[in-house]
C-alpha cells in the first residue's frame, strides 16, 4: 500500500492506469519488493484453456494487485478480480483505485 502512496503522491490525480501501472513497477523495483507484472492466468475446464486472463501485478507470489482509475469500486472489478484469484488459485486480491481524492484499496478474498 505504501508504494501507491507514493506513486499518488509523486503523480497526483488525472493519469491513464497505464501510467500508474509504470510508476507502481518503479516503485516496487526500488523497493526491491518480490513482484511480477502482467500475470498470465488462463481459464480451464476440463484441463482445456478456454480463456486467457492478465492481471496487473503479482505481489509476493500471492497478492493478485489490480489498479483502477476512478471514484468508485465498480461490481464489474470485483467480479473480474474474483475471476483473476479463481484462475490462478490464489486467496487474496486487492484493487487500488487511484481517484481524484487519493489512494482507495479493496481487498476480495477468494473463499474457494
Not at 492478465?54 to 471514484?71: A, H, N, S
Not at 468508485?72 to 473480474?80: A, H, K, S, T, V
Request: net charge positive; charged share 25%; aromatic share 14%.
Amino acid at each position: 500500500m505504501g508504494c501507491c502512496f507514493n506513486v499518488f503522491n509523486k503523480l497526483g490525480p488525472g493519469h491513464r492506469e497505464k501510467v500508474y501501472q509504470n510508476a507502481l513497477r518503479e516503485e516496487f523495483e526500488s523497493k526491491k519488493l518480490n513482484f511480477k507484472e502482467q500475470v498470465y492466468a488462463p481459464v480451464q475446464i476440463n484441463g482445456k484453456t478456454i480463456g486467457k486472463n492478465y492481471f496487473d501485478f503479482l505481489i509476493l507470489e500471492k497478492i493478485v494487485l489490480e489498479l483502477k482509475k476512478g471514484d468508485g469500486f465498480f461490481r464489474r472489478d470485483i467480479e473480474q478480480l474474483y475471476s483473476y484469484l479463481s484462475a490462478s488459485g490464489l486467496r487474496l486480491g486487492i484493487i487500488i483505485n487511484f481517484t481524484s481524492n487519493g489512494v482507495k484499496h479493496k481487498r476480495v478474498l477468494n473463499a474457494f
